[in-house]
């Protein structure tokens, strides 16, 4: 994880765009990019979605990923930590016992 967060920090400095990189405009990249990969699904079925539009959400998928590791980046946050860190946290919110096969949110289970 660390080779790709540097290479996504390479690519961001080579082209000197680290001075337009504050966290709001990350943080408004993240759900503009989250937008334009739910746009791939408007108006289909997930199915057809994934059939149709397979490349695109990759490319999505993707653009998410990047700006929110340069939000990370930004904020000091250690990516991979902050993730295993949530995953304990919905484990205590979501037990494998209550939560198993259900859809209901932590504080109706």
């Not at 405009?25 to 791939?40: G, H, K, T």
Request: negative net charge; hydrophobic residues 40%.
């Amino acid at each position: 994880m660390d080779d790709l967060i540097e290479k996504i920090l390479a690519f961001r400095d080579a082209r000197d765009w680290s001075q337009y990189h504050k966290p709001k405009d990350l943080a408004i990249s993240v759900a503009l990019e989250a937008n334009e990969l739910l746009e791939n699904f408007q108006w289909r079925t997930s199915e057809e979605a994934v059939t149709e539009r397979f490349d695109n959400i990759k490319d999505e998928i993707a653009d998410v990923f990047i700006y929110l590791f340069l939000l990370s980046d930004r904020l000091g946050i250690d990516a991979k930590a902050a993730i295993e860190n949530k995953l304990v946290q919905n484990g205590l919110k979501y037990p494998v016992r209550k939560a198993y096969g259900s859809r209901k949110k932590y504080d109706e289970l």
